[in-house]
Nanobody, 120 residues
């Protein structure tokens, strides 16, 4: 089994910053892509940012130039630096990690979610 532990959410004023972290542990042979999604009530979960093992990144248009995703492969950890936050960024943020439990078994795992609220 794989466990993902998220941290860093909370309440922040518009224009502020937060940094989310997500550490993977457990039965890990290797890790491929890592990423962050977010979801608000009544809407589909949407991709925020994704990073490959080699460091290629991809962002939702709504967060480009404001958010930065990074990873520490030695620590099996992915980060999301969120700057210039807007009220519309308010959501539950979920980390996701594609884990090889064996050389031929790749499974997508999800964190428990962390609430980010942007409000004055």
């Amino acid at each position: 089994q794989v466990q993902l532990v998220e941290s860093g959410g909370g309440l922040v004023q518009p224009g502020g910053s937060l940094r989310l972290s997500c550490a993977a542990s457990g039965s890990i042979f290797g890790i491929a892509d890592m990423g962050w999604y977010r979801q608000v009530p009544g809407k589909e979960r949407e991709l925020v940012a994704r990073i490959t093992k080699s460091g290629f990144t991809d962002y939702a248009d709504s967060v480009k130039d404001r958010f930065g995703i990074s990873r520490d492969n030695a620590k099996n950890t992915v980060y999301l630096q969120m700057n210039s936050l807007k009220p519309e960024d308010t959501a539950v943020y979920y980390c996701t990690v594609w884990v090889y439990s064996s050389p031929l078994s790749l499974v997508q795992n999800w964190g428990q979610g962390t609430q980010v609220t942007v409000s004055s």
